[in-house]
Structure formats: structure tokens, C-alpha cells
């Protein structure tokens, strides 16, 4: 298939949900880039390169100069939150980046204040802010979202949008009947269905307005046959969910190396300390259960127990979250891994990760919003998979296991960015130079 990829030309607007730490260390970022006082680490789009052709062939370009994605001046931000502090006091309150630096940006940070949210306690009680919009149902909340957004993007004059969940995680929710179908969706819309969360009527609101939706947080959200289904059928890529950083990210590059030696692991235990907002909000246990599902699916999923009993059968595997305020955004994490070798001997590994969070996931926000809105330049829709690189959960068709080996998941990602630009997909096979070499003598 000849994909034509439509020009970045314009701005592209990123409409957040949730402007508290994430969203304005990233924010503040890309601004601070802008001005040539820091540099994008940790965003693939800006600083990685990619292989193309042979390796004998030299070309390595930065993945922002292969494909055609939207340059960091044309992006202007906008978002929602349910306190009104502006993005500059937001950021302060976050205390994730130091104050000199917010100063140097603080006129345009300043000029960012929230819109008023679409928000309920009864999905996420540790939170008090008056910010909210009011309206009689669930649908007409997603009516004034979807005003929000085009008076957004006419004021903003922006050529594109994408929306990027940045808000907090939400008590736990299973897939439910309401879910279904779109019909089933707007009818639960209308009854006001508690089955229906905030990040739902986010998520319709974006898709029907054509603006592509990617879930940083653990909660269903966009991952519901409804909101597949309309995404089909509008044409816009969705992608989630729950950014993956900090202890995860560590998991998903340790696991597949243990894996990949055939090395035994009967236990992994996660325990993490953090004292942000986000942490607070996972203190109540209904939260918590939400992103404990999303953390414990990993392992499985790389090791396979099933296929390799005598490895990883009895694996056990737990994960703790406590929230402690002197910490702030600095969460550290530990993982004491018991894993066995040659004959069943026994080895230990731990790992004490002193990390900050939303210094991890900021370059992921920017290279979703950049990449989601290639996916809709390029006429690909519904889930896009080939994000999984980025999220602790991903989001895969119903009946298909999520890849979370980080390696598997770079591969895709590249030979994603390949396929589209009509390159050829390295297999890593690397037997035809050997070949080559025999033909020439
Ligand atoms: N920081 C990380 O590394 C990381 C990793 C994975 C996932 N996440 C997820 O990203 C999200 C943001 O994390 P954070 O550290 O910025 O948290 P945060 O608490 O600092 O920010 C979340 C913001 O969302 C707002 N909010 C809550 N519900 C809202 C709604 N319905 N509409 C609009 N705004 C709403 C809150 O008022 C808050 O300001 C959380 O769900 C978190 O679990 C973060």
C-alpha cells in the first residue's frame, strides 16, 4: 500500500486534558527548546535516528528530518483542567522544573489557562477543584467539549489538532454493555451512565471532531468497542494507554534480557515512593486498582509463562504504590528480581531507580501528539499500535496480545516509519551481506 502523506504545514494545535505535572513539564519544555535553552532529550521524534537501507549504506538520519512531522514552532497548546491556576503556576505548584528555568518562559506559560473540565469525584475523589463545566448529562458535556475545541482551534488558527490525556488516572472501571456499540455509547451519554467516565466523554468529543486521541493514563477510556467503532468510522488513530516510564520502562528493558538468555525469575516485587498529585490520586485504592492492572499485565506478557512453565510458571509478581509527600515528583522505585540460572541456582538482582517522572514522560507527550498527527496525515486510523513503544498497557485489536518487549516495540515503531515512506524493513536477518561476499570472490 502507497501511503500519500498530506504536508505538516500550519500549526497543530495539542489540546491536554489534565494540565498538573506531565503536561506542563512538557509545555514548559518545548517552549524552553524553542528558545535554545535546553535540548529535547528523551523524545525519539527529535534526537533518535533511524537505519535505513544497508548497514553498508551509512544513512542514519534523525527521525524528525526522514519523516514529515510538525516542527516544534508551529505547535501551540491548549487544555483543561479542574483547578484555573495558568500553566506557569501549575507548573510552579508541580515543582518538577526548577523556578529559573519556568521564569525564562513564565509570559508564555502565563498566557494558558484551563478550560473548564469535564469532571466528577465520583472517578477521582482526592481531587477539589471548581474549575468544572455543569451540565444536565453526559451528553451535553461532550457538546461543550466539542465547542471548546473548535473555538480552540479557530482562535488558534491552527491547521491540525491532536488531544493527549494528561489528567488523572480514574477509579477502575470494567467493559460494560454501554460500551458496545456507539448507539449503546450516546444512549449512556444521554442517561448519564456512571459506566461512562470523564476520559470517555473526552475521547468522543475528540473523535468526532477529528482529532486523533491518545490516553496517558491507565483508564479504558478510548479502549471500548464504541469508541473504536466511531474512530472508525471518522478516521482518526487512537492510541493508549499509560505513558510507560519510571519503573515499568525498567521492566520492559531488564525483562526481555533475562528472557532472552532463558534465565529462570520466580519472583519480581515493585514498591514505589512518590509524592505529586498523581500520587495522591493512587493513594485511593479505587485508583490504585486501575493502574495496577495496567503495571501487572508486563510480565506476563513478555515471559509467557504458559509456553515456558519450568522458567517463569511460578513467577510471582506484586507491585506497590505509596504516596509520600517529601518525595514531590521524584519518585523512586525499587524491584528486587529472584531469578535462578544454570541447574536452578539462585541469583538476585535490585534495582533502586531515583527518577523523576514527568522528566520521563514529557518527551513521550511530544512525540504522541507529533506522531498521532502523522497517523492521521497518512490516513491511518483506529488504534495505533505501533505506539505500544510508549505505553505501559498498549492498546491492541480485540483477541491480540500487546507486544511490551521495549526492543520488539522500537523495531515496529521504525519499520512503522519505513513502511510509510516506502523504505525497505530491516529484518535484521544480515545473511545476504555473507551472501554478497561469497558471490564476489
Ligand atoms: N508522570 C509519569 O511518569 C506518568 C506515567 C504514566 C502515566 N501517568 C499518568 O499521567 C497522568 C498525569 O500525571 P501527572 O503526574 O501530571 O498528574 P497531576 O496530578 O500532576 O496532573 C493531573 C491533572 O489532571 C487534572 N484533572 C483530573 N481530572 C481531570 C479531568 N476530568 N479533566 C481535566 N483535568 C483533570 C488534575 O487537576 C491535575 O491537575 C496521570 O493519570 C498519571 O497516572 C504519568
Redesign the pocket.
Known amino acids: 500500500m502507497e501511503y500519500q502523506i498530506s504536508d505538516a504545514k500550519g500549526k497543530l494545535g495539542i489540546l491536554i486534558?489534565?494540565?498538573?505535572?506531565?503536561?506542563?513539564?512538557f509545555i514548559a519544555g518545548v517552549e524552553a527548546i524553542k528558545k535554545g535553552i535546553s535540548q529535547p532529550v528523551g523524545s525519539l521524534t527529535q534526537m533518535g535516528n533511524i537505519r535505513l537501507g544497508k548497514r553498508t549504506e551509512n544513512r542514519y538520519p534523525l527521525i524528525k528530518d526522514f519523516v514529515p512531522l510538525a516542527g516544534l514552532n508551529d505547535l501551540v497548546f491548549g487544555?483543561?483542567?479542574?483547578?484555573e491556576?495558568n500553566v506557569y503556576e501549575?507548573a510552579m505548584n508541580?515543582k518538577v522544573l526548577e523556578p529559573g528555568l519556568l521564569h525564562s518562559v513564565k509570559s508564555e506559560l502565563e498566557q494558558l489557562r484551563?478550560m473548564k473540565?469535564?469532571?466528577?469525584k465520583e472517578?477521582?475523589k482526592n481531587?477539589n477543584?471548581t474549575n468544572v463545566k455543569e451540565g444536565t448529562t453526559k451528553w451535553d458535556l461532550a457538546e461543550q467539549l466539542m465547542t471548546d475545541i473548535s473555538e480552540f482551534k479557530s482562535a488558534n488558527n491552527c491547521d491540525r489538532l491532536v488531544m493527549v490525556?494528561?489528567?488523572?488516572?480514574?477509579k477502575y472501571i470494567e467493559e460494560g454493555s454501554v460500551h458496545q456499540t456507539v448507539e449503546s455509547f450516546e444512549e449512556g451519554l444521554r442517561n448519564n451512565d456512571p459506566s461512562i467516565a470523564?476520559?470517555m466523554i473526552?475521547a468522543y468529543a475528540a473523535i468526532k471532531m477529528n482529532v486523533p486521541f491518545a490516553n496517558?493514563?491507565?483508564?479504558l477510556t478510548c479502549d471500548i468497542p464504541a469508541l473504536l467503532e466511531l474512530a472508525k468510522e471518522y478516521g482518526v488513530p487512537v492510541a493508549g494507554k499509560?505513558?510507560?516510564?519510571?519503573q515499568?520502562l525498567m521492566k520492559t528493558i531488564v525483562a526481555p534480557g533475562l528472557h532472552a538468555r532463558a534465565l529462570g525469575i520466580n519472583g519480581w516485587f515493585s514498591s514505589n515512593i512518590l509524592g505529586?498529585?498523581?500520587?495522591?490520586?493512587?493513594d485511593d485504592p479505587d485508583n490504585f486498582k486501575t493502574?495496577e492492572v495496567s503495571k501487572l499485565s508486563v510480565l506476563e506478557e513478555i515471559l509467557q509463562p504458559d509456553i515456558n512453565p519450568d522458567l517463569y510458571g511460578e513467577l510471582y509478581h506484586k507491585v506497590r504504590i505509596n504516596y509520600y509527600p517529601p518525595h514531590g515528583?521524584n519518585?523512586e522505585s525499587w524491584d528486587n528480581i529472584d531469578i535462578f540460572g544454570w541447574l536452578g541456582y539462585q541469583m538476585q538482582i535490585k534495582i533502586n531507580f531515583l527518577?523523576r517522572?514527568?522528566i520521563?514522560?514529557a518527551p513521550?507527550v511530544l512525540d504522541l501528539a507529533l506522531f498521532m498527527d502523522l497517523a492521521q496525515r497518512a490516513g491511518m486510523s483506529g488504534i495505533q499500535e505501533w505506539l505500544s513503544f510508549y505505553f505501559?498497557s498498549p492498546q491492541t485489536a480485540p483477541g491480540l496480545k500487546p507486544e511490551h518487549d521495549i526492543f520488539k516495540q522500537l523495531m515496529k515503531l521504525q519499520n512503522t516509519l519505513r513502511h510509510v515512506m516506502g523504505e525497505d524493513l530491516i529484518t535484521h536477518l544480515g545473511l545476504d551481506y555473507y551472501q554478497e561476499l561469497v558471490e564476489a570472490l
Do not use: H, M, Q
Not at 473540565?117 to 466528577?120: E, G, L
Not at 490525556?165 to 480514574?170: G, K, M, Q, R, V
Not at 496517558?216 to 483508564?219: I, R, Y
Open positions: 486534558p489534565g494540565l498538573g505535572a506531565v503536561a506542563t513539564t487544555g483543561w483542567d479542574v483547578y491556576d501549575s508541580a484551563p473540565a469535564v469532571f466528577d472517578y477521582v481531587l477543584g490525556w494528561c489528567a488523572s488516572t480514574e470523564p476520559s473526552y496517558g493514563a491507565p483508564n499509560d505513558f510507560k516510564t519510571g515499568t505529586n498529585r498523581d500520587g495522591l490520586v493512587l493502574k515528583d519518585k527518577c517522572d514527568s520521563l514522560a513521550i505501559k
